[in-house]
């Protein structure tokens, strides 16, 4: 752009007045920017001289420029005018000024463009829609009617005809067949005709047979070298004397096996050769790249090309062990020795050398041989100690061993390995000069507490096998010196770790108990004492009990009985007045234990928490079990001493009785709980009335339930006790004043609302047991319980739209409600119970009732696998519940076998269920009473095969 003329000098402030100036020399107007010059008639004057026109102006027009054929000349062509311009294009030039402005109308449009992106993405995604609206897929289309399917019964499937043929191809057509001429068959004959005389052309042209020749069968002769032929193949493939020739069980083997690089191999194989020909070129001392190079000639399939390269990196890496290692690896095991020579001649110091060195000796001799020439020369490799110690014999390795300690002191493994071989007095000497070489490392410390109690052992085993009277008592002495001098080695490593500012890790001590107590020979003791150090390190006091006991958990889990024992005994000796430590412990040994041990602890629990109620049942119960009944009521009545009127002991000492056919003796332990002031409770009366059930005393029981109704009106079992009492008698209107006294006094009981309504059921007033199980939610809104009754009074009506329209309000009202969802699923039709199912697995998926439901699904589908998995995991969910233990095994009956029936049965009477509805139902029936659990779980699995009306 042309300068403007320098304005006059003017005063600050004052304007100017660019119509003054005079333009410069040769100006214009108009000229610049590409536009053409213009002048006006003002400007016609004085002659001036034309303006210069810019020198890359060209000098003819757009018309002259075109060719014969009406195409621009393409050498003329601009980059951004292009090749045709217009009429600016003979003047103008687009400089840095132009750019700047085409940039900010770019970056203009840029910003526009974004602020219409959202309102064009919206178009664009409704133009998308309303096309795929318009033109839906056909899986789409298909969608409703594959749902549909669903729907169809099996004898609308079976009812489906068969699909007849309406293919569109082509049939063949029908093609007529012609007779062969006799002609062909004569040919065919000839063919195989035995030539019997020369032909008389021969003859006549000389060709005579001499003397009396032979009629020649060609045919014969022909099939006779094929059979040759044919025998000699067969002779070079079964050949047993080392001339076969084809292998023809391992040729297409030896076919599979020919590697055949496909072009890009050989492309990229040629082009790594190149790079790696520049590394090595570049820089002939990169180790790498030699070897990289050699690898390359080797998966191309060149061996030898390989061997020469990597012997000139040989020479040129000399100081490098990868080049000496990859040689030694392309050669033969002879030639590799002798790579491995000279690689130990140029570095005597590389242990990788003398250890691949010592692998390719095949003997062990020769092989101990060159690591002692390594050890020779490189005597603080621990590496080629341990192969040195591994090869030799016990005596060679205690020797390797020592003078290994004595150039690596810093090795623990070392040290261990050379305390092992030695004898008991040796092994302390070698472990107490470990710990002044290594002060820092509580391992050695941990070894010599496995190793005094080891030695502990064997002088006690030795001492009880001698025979003597004291055998015993010694032996035990012998045990309980080494736990004391275990105890001594821990704590002294505390200490002397400690003073050498080494942190005491809790968690890795106890994880180093744990090994201990998983050893070969467990090690017991030194458990014990590696816990009772360290297992209250880093705790708060006021967390110790809660910690101890998550910790004791956490290692029963992980199988860590001895110690988790260690644990409970250590926090035992801290807290000894806590009763849930001892009830823990007590479980950790009736579970892992024996009935000795676990008595000892129980005693020791009775000892220190007295007032435990439970402690003295749980120890009376283990006596029963283990059949002595007389020292079960000595313990009940210790705790009954020392807890006066209490209640639970009262039960437990009534259950001992009752449960062994002590009718009497449970009537004066009961009569004597309903005297006392404390212990005359609701329980007390209500087990009161179950020994007079049991006993057949019916007038008995009613005064019993009537007295303890008198003091304990709101207990609910009373209520519903003497109305099943009045129900089997026959008084029915007796049965429904106990119901209704019982629904008015305590009006959340669903037991007393649901045996109301079955009595009116069953004396046919339908319509008075529906108004009560209402009644019945509107005082117990959203009981799953209540629900359930209506919905099965009306299924056992014969009402199955009925029932059906009370399951849609009772889901509806508990939409998480397990037993609501595992019923809908077994009162939907067949063919929908499986999406029911799943339904009912998204809404509640760990109930336990819903998993046993969808079992069901599965048993009766055949998929026993499935079904068995699924009524496991619904027995993990709830093990209490009867009901799933016995549709597991009436499963195994049925489907599995005897040993997998038994595991079902061991590990139901290891629960004890006491719930579920069918379980609850057989158990308490007079005539089951005092069954064992074994027992009680084959009944339940047969009312399942044979549900009552």
Not at 45 to 53: K, S
Not at 443 to 466: M, P
Not at 836 to 850: F, H, I, Q, Y
Not at 910 to 927: C, D, I, L, N
């Amino acid at each position: 752009m042309a300068l403007l003329h320098q304005p006059p000098a003017r005063a600050p402030g004052q304007k100017v007045d660019f119509n003054t100036i005079a333009p410069p020399a040769n100006y214009v107007p108009g000229l610049g920017r590409g536009a053409t010059g213009f002048t006006t008639r003002s400007d016609i004057g004085p002659a001036r001289m034309a303006p210069e026109m810019p020198s890359g102006l060209p000098g003819k027009t757009q018309e002259e420029k075109r060719d014969d054929d009406g195409a621009l000349d393409d050498t003329k062509f601009d980059e951004f005018m292009g090749n045709d311009a217009g009429a600016l294009a003979s003047f103008g030039e687009y400089d840095q000024d132009d750019r700047e402005a085409d940039n900010e109308w770019d970056r203009v449009d840029d910003i526009m463009d974004e602020r219409r992106r959202d309102r064009r993405e919206k178009k664009l995604k409704e133009e998308l829609e309303k096309y795929r609206a318009a033109n839906p897929k056909i899986v789409e289309q298909l969608a409703p009617y594959k749902r549909k399917l669903a729907e169809v019964t099996d004898a609308e499937w079976e009812a489906i005809p068969e699909i007849g043929d309406y293919t569109i191809k082509k049939h063949k057509r029908m093609e007529s067949f012609v007779p062969v001429p006799d002609t062909l068959l004569a040919k065919a004959a000839a063919e195989k005709d035995t030539v019997s005389a020369l032909d008389a052309r021969a003859m006549s042209n000389g060709l005579e047979t001499p003397g009396g020749m032979a009629t020649t069968n060609l045919t014969e002769i022909g099939e006779g070298r094929r059979t040759v032929v044919s025998l000699n193949l067969d002779r070079m493939a079964d050949s047993v004397t080392g001339q076969t020739v084809v292998d023809p069980k391992g040729y297409l083997t030896d076919l599979k096996s020919i590697k055949v690089s496909s072009d890009a191999e050989i492309g990229d194989i040629k082009r790594a050769r190149t790079l790696l020909k520049s590394v090595i070129s570049t820089n002939p001392r990169h180790a790498p790249g030699w070897v990289a190079a050699a690898r390359l000639e080797e998966i191309a399939g060149k061996l030898g090309d390989a061997r020469k390269l990597i012997q000139q990196g040989c020479e040129l890496c000399a100081d490098s062990e990868d080049v000496w290692l990859e040689a030694a690896r392309l050669q033969p095991p002879d030639q590799a020795k002798l790579v491995l020579a000279r690689g130990v001649a140029q570095l005597p110091k590389s242990v990788r050398i003398w250890m691949q060195a010592s692998r390719l000796e095949l003997d062990k001799g020769a092989q101990a041989r060159v690591l002692r020439r390594a050890l020779e020369q490189v005597p603080n490799s621990v590496r080629l100690w341990k192969a040195a110690v591994e090869l030799a014999s016990p005596d060679d390795a205690r020797i390797l061993l020592s003078r290994a300690v004595e150039c690596c002191p810093q090795h623990v493994e070392l040290w261990l390995a050379l305390a092992r071989l030695e004898s008991f007095e040796q092994a302390q000497k070698v472990l107490n000069r470990a710990r002044k070489a290594i002060p820092t490392d509580a391992t050695i410390w941990f070894t010599a507490a496995k190793l005094r109690e080891s030695h502990g052992l064997d002088e006690a085993q030795a001492a009880l096998k001698d025979g003597q009277p004291d055998s015993q008592a010694r032996s035990e002495k012998m045990k309980a010196d080494t736990a004391e001098a275990v105890a001594k080695i821990i704590k002294g490593a505390v200490k002397a770790l400690t003073a050498v500012a080494v942190v005491i890790d809790r968690e890795a001590w106890l994880k180093e108990a744990e090994a201990a107590e998983r050893g070969t020979t467990p090690m017991v003791a030194t458990c014990n004492a590696i816990v009772s150090t360290v297992v209250g390190y880093s705790i708060e006091d006021a967390d110790r009990a809660l910690t101890w006991k998550a910790d004791a958990a956490d290692l029963i889990r992980k199988g860590s009985i001895e110690t988790a024992r260690a644990v409970y005994t250590h926090a035992l000796g801290v807290f000894p007045g806590d009763d849930s430590i001892w009830r823990a412990a007590a479980q950790l040994e009736k579970e892992h234990g024996t009935p000795e041990a676990l008595d000892a602890l129980l005693s020791r629990a009775v000892d220190y928490c007295p007032q435990a109620e439970v402690l003295w049942m749980m120890r009376a119960k283990e006596k029963w079990l283990q059949g002595s009944v007389p020292a079960a009521r000595q313990i009940l009545a210790q705790g009954f001493a020392a807890n006066e009127d209490s209640e639970d002991i009262f039960l437990a000492a009534f259950k001992l009785e009752f449960e062994n056919g002590e009718v009497e003796r449970a009537r004066v332990i009961l009569t004597k709980a309903r005297q006392s002031r404390s212990a005359s409770t609701p329980r007390v009366w209500m087990k009161s009335a179950i020994i007079e059930r049991e006993a057949g005393v019916v007038q008995r029981q009613r005064e019993l339930l009537l007295e303890g109704l008198k003091k304990h009106p709101d207990f609910a079992k009373l209520h519903l006790m003497l109305g099943q009492l009045e129900e089997q008698s026959g008084n029915a209107e007796a049965a429904r004043a106990a119901y209704r006294a019982g629904c008015v006094r305590c009006m959340g009981s669903v037991a007393l609302w649901r045996a109301r309504a079955r009595l009116e059921e069953q004396a046919g007033a339908l319509g008075r047991a529906r108004a009560l199980l209402e009644q019945g939610r509107l005082k117990n809104p959203g009981n799953e319980e209540l629900w359930l009754a209506a919905v099965r009074t009306e299924q056992r009506a014969g009402n199955g739209k009925a029932a059906e329209a009370l399951m849609s309000k009772a889901l509806q009202e508990a939409p998480t409600s397990g037993r609501l969802w595992a019923e809908a699923v077994m009162m939907a039709p067949r063919p929908q119970r499986k999406q029911k199912g799943s339904e009912a697995l998204k809404r509640c998926d760990n109930d336990p009732n819903v998993v046993a439901a969808v079992a069901q699904l599965f048993q009766a589908e055949r998929k026993i696998d499935k079904a068995r998995s699924w009524f496991g995991r619904a027995v993990v969910l709830d093990p209490d519940n009867g009901d799933f233990w016995a549709l597991a095994y009436a499963l195994e009956v049925k489907h599995g076998t005897p040993e997998t029936a038994a595991t079902v049965l061991a590990k139901c009477v290891s629960q004890e269920p006491h719930h579920g509805e069918r379980w609850q139902r057989v158990s308490k029936a007079p005539a089951n009473a005092h069954l064992p659990v074994d027992v009680l779980l084959k009944r339940v699995a047969l009312d399942i095969e044979n549900p009552p009306p």
